[in-house]
């Protein structure tokens, strides 16, 4: 049995389709139908279901593709701690947020590759935190930042990093009286524009906004961030979005960012990775830096524009 064939099977189960996995692998489509068909007669079990296009894994398929994942993240695992012994570490990071939370990742990568000047960094910036969860148990990233909740499997570590708040952006006339915080309610009669509602951030604030007893419309529903700044950008809509990402657009010329109270949320985010035994070196030395980094004090300092007004 070689790596290489496990990769073919790994490649294979996340495509679902001959021809891209063969792709991904850089490797003829024929080669890698033969040696996954080494591996079925090599272990005895049919793996793949066969007809005129791909149909899927076999029951024994789904099995071995468990241990696949894991045996090429143990291989990768012993690769970087042999390399880490000899000349530092080394390799490629892979970290997965959400979208709400990408913002704040550079606060973790900045001081990473400053430690690990041989290490590149990959950040995959719109997942949904459930996506993050399923990727760390499949050995597809090293990390995520997502939201930390009680029913985060005891198969996770997770670092606390900050509490995500919320700010209201509006044109300046349209600032609730002007006032240095604005209500849910307040919010909820403006012309919004929001993250899309299969996404958590948008989970988040319409829990928040029932807790207040009123329901948003939304004029414009997005499910980049980017996006929504671009939107409010404009002037024609006012944007629920978080604190963090003032540090990364700043406030519009024309804006104002006020801190939304009645009630006031905050929703914890942090860093998570998976319990394994030996560790990823990649991982933990990502930890180290997540344990040893203020990230909160970073985000509380906010621009020193006369829109913004500091939350309390």
């Given at each position: 049995?070689?790596?290489?064939?496990?990769?073919?099977?790994?490649?294979?189960?996340?495509?679902?389709?001959?021809?891209?996995?063969?792709?991904?692998?850089?490797?003829?489509?024929?080669?890698?139908?033969?040696?996954?068909?080494?591996?079925?007669?090599?272990?005895?079990?049919?793996?793949?279901?066969?007809?005129?296009?791909?149909?899927?894994?076999?029951?024994?398929?789904?099995?071995?593709?468990?241990?696949?994942?894991?045996?090429?993240?143990?291989?990768?695992?012993?690769k970087s701690e042999v390399g880490a012994l000899r000349t530092g570490l080394s390799g490629r990071m892979r970290i997965g947020s959400v979208p709400t939370a990408s913002g704040a990742v550079a606060l973790l990568t900045a001081p990473f590759c400053l430690a690990h000047p041989l290490v590149t960094v990959e950040v995959a910036a719109d997942l949904r935190s459930e996506d993050i969860l399923r990727q760390l148990r499949n050995f597809e990233i090293d990390a995520g930042v997502t939201y930390l909740h009680k029913g985060l499997a005891d198969h996770f570590r997770a670092v606390p990093m900050y509490e995500e708040r919320y700010v209201l952006l509006t044109g300046t006339a349209d600032a609730p009286g002007h006032r240095s915080t604005a209500t849910w309610a307040e919010a909820s009669r403006l012309p919004l524009c929001l993250l899309t509602e299969a996404m958590q951030g948008r989970q988040v604030l319409d829990e928040v906004f029932a807790e207040a007893g009123v329901r948003p419309s939304p004029r414009v529903e997005t499910d980049s961030v980017a996006a929504l700044f671009a939107h409010v950008r404009t002037g024609r809509w006012a944007g629920i979005v978080p604190h963090t990402w003032l540090h990364v657009f700043g406030v519009p010329h024309g804006m104002r960012a006020v801190p939304m109270t009645e009630p006031a949320r905050s929703v914890p985010v942090g860093l998570v990775t998976v319990v394994r035994e030996p560790e990823s070196v990649m991982a933990r030395a990502l930890r180290e830096v997540a344990g040893r980094t203020d990230v909160a004090a970073t985000l509380d300092r906010l621009p020193g524009d006369h829109g913004v007004t500091s939350p309390p």
């Open positions: 049995m070689l790596f290489r064939q496990l990769e073919y099977l790994v490649a294979l189960s996340r495509e679902r389709h001959f021809a891209r996995a063969a792709q991904a692998c850089h490797v003829s489509q024929p080669a890698l139908s033969e040696a996954i068909r080494k591996l079925e007669d090599e272990l005895g079990v049919p793996l793949v279901l066969r007809g005129r296009r791909y149909e899927g894994l076999t029951p024994e398929g789904e099995r071995i593709v468990v241990w696949a994942q894991r045996l090429l993240a143990d291989r990768d695992a012993l």
